[in-house]
């Protein structure tokens, strides 16, 4: 099969960026001619160098968000590279829109990954007039004249259903983890060789950018506050670990102090590599309670170190982790979070049992190689191939 993929921050830092850069490998990988489009500044941006994979650069007009550079726009109305299916990814992106218009010009079937783009809480947070006019006016009408638009999970599904579209909406996870990428070696109760108040604690940990409101990091400095308040737990301690993020480290110490916790809430500084995986691998519960967020890379990598995760439903990876038994899903609330946390972490057994769980889960749905190849019997599906 011959992919294309349209994503305009391609080669930019961050999470998404890198998750889609090892899809379009693992699907090289399987066989598949892969053809990456993406913008660049300038000439001199950093370029991906991705084995096998045709990532085709193109200067853009910042000034004009809906432009489209010719080259670009020739090669998908004439589909000079053949694609049999296109991914472009994002959902409130200008540049997707002449981009769909263009594959459909060629005849190219594309398929839009939203990236959670359309859930309630991201169309409604800030400039939402701006938000329901592009919705309406642009991006709905590429949607619905897509081959399919592919969500991560079940309540994704439900958010894009709401626009009633009635272009087939493909339930496939497209977020991994490589196993070869967590180190054979790990550091043994490594959170308290760096912190020694953390001895003899039961650890609850956070890993991840300090962005109060969307990670929901109000939400579990009240739940821990609640735990401690009704002395449901003496022995808990709260571990953050991440980069600041809009001075939410400062807004959330200020949070602790108000809630008189600040002696067992712990902040460490971003920490990488076999560091990383320790500390996940260490704790006794990973919570990450987003308000949304499409599958996060900290709880696939929880995951698979074989920790157990507590997560909302908005995580868009809660499905998974009830199917296995590897966490538990909890509501968008202090409340919820405080009493699954303290129900579970009573229960030792159950803990045992949901870190082989959650390592069986990483195996069998995490692992790129199986993602990818789920990817493509699903496009041959849609597209007719018979292999």
């Known amino acids: ?40 500044e300038d000439s001199t941006s950093k370029k991906s160098k991705i084995s096998g994979v045709k990532v085709r650069r193109f200067r853009h007009k910042l000034v004009n968000s809906f432009f489209i550079p010719q080259e670009l726009n020739s090669i998908l109305k004439n589909n000079s590279d053949a694609i049999d299916i296109l991914q472009i990814v994002g959902g409130y992106i200008p540049e997707n829109i002449p981009v769909a218009r263009a594959a459909q010009k060629g005849k190219i079937p594309y398929v839009v990954i939203p990236l959670g783009n359309l859930s309630p809480i991201v169309s409604s947070y800030k400039n939402k007039l701006i938000k ?58 490594y959170l308290e060789k760096i912190k020694s108040d953390l001895k003899n604690k039961t650890k609850l940990v ?55 916790i600040a002696d067992n809430v712990f902040f460490l500084d971003p920490i990488y590599g076999q560091e990383k995986y320790s500390a996940l691998a260490d704790a006794d519960l990973f919570i990450h309670p987003s308000r949304m967020d499409i599958q996060p890379r900290s709880v696939r990598e929880a995951l698979g170190v074989g920790c157990p995760v507590i997560v909302t439903k908005e995580t868009c990876i809660g499905e998974l982790i009830e199917r296995y038994d590897a966490g538990v899903v909890v ?37 790129w190689a199986k993602i990818a190849q789920k990817l493509c019997l699903t496009y041959d599906k849609y597209l007719g191939i018979k292999r």
């Not at 830092?13 to 598949?32: H, I, M, S, V, Y």
């Not at 968008?332 to 979070?337: C, E, H, T, V």
């Open 1 to 40: 099969m011959r992919i294309g993929m349209f994503y305009k921050d391609f080669e930019a830092e961050g999470g998404f960026p890198r998750d889609f850069r090892k899809l379009a490998t693992q699907l090289q990988q399987l066989g598949n001619d892969v053809y990456v489009y993406t913008y660049a």
């Open 132 to 189: 329901f006019a592009f919705t309406h006016l642009f991006l709905l009408p590429i949607l619905r004249k897509a081959l399919a638009v592919q969500a991560s999970s079940e309540i994704e599904k439900k958010w894009i259903e709401y626009y009633n579209i009635r272009t087939p909406i493909i339930v496939q996870g497209y977020l991994g983890i490589f196993k070869s990428d967590i180190p054979a070696v790990l550091q043994p109760n």
């Open 206 to 260: 956070f890993l991840g950018r300090l962005d109060v409101f969307w990670k929901g990091l109000d939400l579990l400095i009240l739940a821990y506050a609640m735990m401690v308040r009704n002395a449901l737990r003496s022995d808990l301690a709260l571990v953050l670990i991440g980069p600041d993020w809009n001075n939410g480290r400062a807004r959330l110490e200020s949070l602790s102090k108000k809630y008189g």
């Open 331 to 367: 509501e968008l609330s202090a409340r919820s979070i405080c009493k699954k946390v303290v129900s579970l972490i009573r229960n030792t057994k159950k803990l045992a049992r949901m870190r082989e769980n959650a390592k069986m889960l990483s195996t069998e749905e995490l692992d």
